[in-house]
């Protein structure tokens, strides 16, 4: 094994540096590719200078503009990525790692449901109730 000591300035550029390599990984699940695009989407959000009470700019463009690029996705995809991060990680820093765990499972069977149908089919099914009462149960 090669090692190679790395330097970082904070906790945030190390979490960084291992969501990048993670991001990168051919057997990524769709549910780890949303919330790893969506985590990079929101430290890059927080270290961007605000110009509008509404959107994070860097002088060169939208965040979100700049991070879908980089990961090949939409820009609203990217926004809708770090939404759902944003709530993940709201629940681990909360100590409910299992309610993550479970939020995570719930969003990849909603995506597993709707995926292959047409735009339209699609809504319909993540706007769909639980077909059994024990499907809204942890």
């Known amino acids: 094994f090669y090692t190679e000591e790395l330097y970082f300035e904070d906790r945030e550029d190390v979490l960084e540096w291992i969501d990048r390599r993670q991001i990168s990984q051919r057997n990524l699940s769709p549910a780890d590719f949303k919330l790893i695009s969506g985590r990079i989407y929101n430290r890059k959000k927080a270290k961007t200078p605000v110009k509008t009470p509404n959107r994070q700019f860097d ?13 090949g996705v939409s820009p609203r995809t990217i926004e809708r990525n770090g939404d759902r991060a944003g709530v993940v990680d709201s629940l681990i ?3 409910e790692s299992e309610a993550a765990e479970v939020a995570k499972t719930a969003s990849q069977k909603v995506i597993d449901k709707a995926k292959g149908k047409p735009p339209e089919t699609a809504a ?3 706007k769909q109730k639980p077909e059994k009462e024990q499907d809204c149960k942890y």
């Open 59 to 71: 002088g060169t463009g939208k965040t979100a503009d700049e991070v879908a690029s980089d990961l």
């Open 93 to 95: 820093e909360a100590g």
């Open 124 to 126: 319909k099914v993540v």
